[in-house]
């Protein structure tokens, strides 16, 4: 249940990291 939730945030902070990289 958590792990679910845990990976999710994983992706999640993965996906606006590499939105800033393309920003920038």
């Known amino acids: 249940r958590?792990?679910?939730l845990m990976l999710a945030i994983f992706v999640?902070?993965?996906f606006v990291?590499?939105?800033h990289y393309f920003l920038d």
Do not use: L, P, R
Request: hydrophobic share 20%; net charge neutral.
């Open 12 to 14: 999640y902070k993965i």
């Open 2 to 4: 958590s792990q679910t």
């Open 17 to 19: 990291q590499i939105e």
